[in-house]
């Protein structure tokens, strides 16, 4: 069973149900998921913890159309995507969705404000690509290549083409596996920028705990179940985290 949830004020965006996924491996049954069921809200920043294995990113996956569960069902302001074909799923990603990865994921031969502007092409009403990179303070390297930039820079362009077609949910998994705790830091400042400026809801898979304190709700993954929710009177700054 999960968790019992409560929160005010914010507007319904997903309401996931009896989320279940088990993939085969050969002659194995692998349980990803067992029967999650919660509720995440229109601009909270929430903040997913728990061991490998034990669900966030098979949710996430499923969270951004990337995935399909086994069962259950999975609502999106009203809409049902449980049970969307290829291309409705691929719309909902293109139209609500953007996704920031533990690795960058750069185009090595496009600078950094050509790879943000490849986002704003597909996109109904995005952003300009100068002013994306400008909430994630890199207005000053929009003509750099990712090789010319740093591991936390090129993650932050990565946030900025992310965000560019303003998403109404910004999904991370693992945003600061790859970096320092300095450079970690302006990565989660980028992503706090993004939450409070635009009113996205974010949502971080991370193994490290101390991340916790600059979220609204964490929510604790163990063996695919949601183990507990804890909600923080207070968020933390980024500045204010050690690690």
Same mark, same amino acid.
């Given at each position: ?33 067992? &029967? ?13 913890? &728990? ?24 609502? !999106?302001? &009203? ?21 920031? !990865?533990?690795?960058?994921?750069? +185009? ?13 092409? +597909?996109? +109904?009403?995005? #952003? ?6 400008? +909430? ?11 090789? *010319? #930039?740093?591991?936390?820079? *090129? *993650? ?57 304190? #600059? ?29």
């Amino acid at each position: 069973m999960s968790a019992p949830q409560e929160h005010s004020g914010a507007s319904l965006a997903f309401h996931i149900e009896g989320l279940t996924k088990v993939y085969e491996m050969g002659d194995v049954l692998v349980h990803a998921l067992r &029967g999650v069921t919660l509720d995440l809200y229109e601009g909270e920043f929430v903040v997913l913890l &728990g061991p490998s294995g034990s669900g966030k990113s098979t949710l996430v996956n499923i969270l951004g159309g990337l995935d399909n569960a086994t069962a259950g069902s999975v609502n !999106f302001r &009203g809409e049902d995507l449980t049970d969307e074909d290829e291309s409705a799923l691929t719309k909902f990603r293109r139209n609500h969705v953007g996704f920031v !990865f533990q690795f960058y994921n750069l +185009i090595p031969s496009l600078t950094a404000l050509e790879n943000v502007a490849l986002v704003t092409e +597909i996109a +109904i009403d995005p #952003m300009t690509a100068e002013e994306a990179l400008d +909430i994630v303070n890199l207005t000053d390297r929009s003509g750099h290549f990712p090789a *010319q #930039m740093s591991g936390g820079e *090129q *993650q932050r362009v990565a946030i900025a083409r992310a965000v560019a077609k303003r998403p109404d949910v910004l999904l991370c998994d693992e945003p600061t596996g790859a970096l320092d705790i300095k450079t970690g830091i302006v990565v989660l400042e980028a992503l706090k920028r993004v939450n409070e400026t635009l009113g996205t809801l974010t949502v971080v898979i991370t193994h490290n705990a101390a991340i916790a304190a #600059m979220a609204d709700r964490v929510i604790y993954f163990a063996d695919g179940n949601i183990d507990r929710i804890e909600a923080n009177d207070h968020r933390v700054d980024p500045s204010e985290i050690s690690w």
